[in-house]
């Protein structure tokens, strides 16, 4: 059994999540098309593309409630005994902007050495 069928077989016996099992499939064959996790139908995701100069490809796909839910959690910590400085970025109110209204790709990063970020909401 190669490594897909393994990755699979363990999406099927319940050992991963299908999320699990996109990530594990995108790692061990970067040049494959891109798989989407599945989610809850209307649920809001942002998406983190990183590519780089030397052919290094970084995916990550975040639902806005899991993102909503590590912004409570930061509330709470703190790093060496203070509050973690956002230079006065409300992230609570740029995370309502983009679950309102915004769509499509927010960002989009190049830099002289060839490696590109973009950051997709939708």
Do not use: C, W, Y
């Not at 499939?25 to 989407?36: F, G, K, S, T, Y």
């Not at 599945?38 to 100069?53: F, P």
């Not at 409630?65 to 109110?93: A, E, H, R, T, Y």
């Amino acid at each position: 059994m190669n490594t897909h069928e393994q990755i699979l077989q363990m999406v099927k016996d319940g050992t991963i999540s299908v999320e699990e099992g996109a990530k594990l499939l995108n790692a061990v064959d970067p040049q494959a098309p891109e798989a989407r996790p599945a989610r809850k139908s209307g649920e809001r995701m942002i998406r983190v593309l990183v590519d780089s100069e030397d052919g290094d490809r970084v995916r990550v796909n975040l639902p806005m409630s899991l993102v909503k839910l590590g912004l409570d959690l930061s509330n709470q910590f703190n790093v060496n005994g203070k509050p973690i400085d956002l230079g006065g970025l409300d992230l609570n109110k740029l995370l309502a902007t983009i679950d309102d209204d915004l769509n499509g790709e927010i960002a989009t990063i190049d830099n002289a050495n060839g490696d590109k970020v973009r950051i997709i909401v939708d």
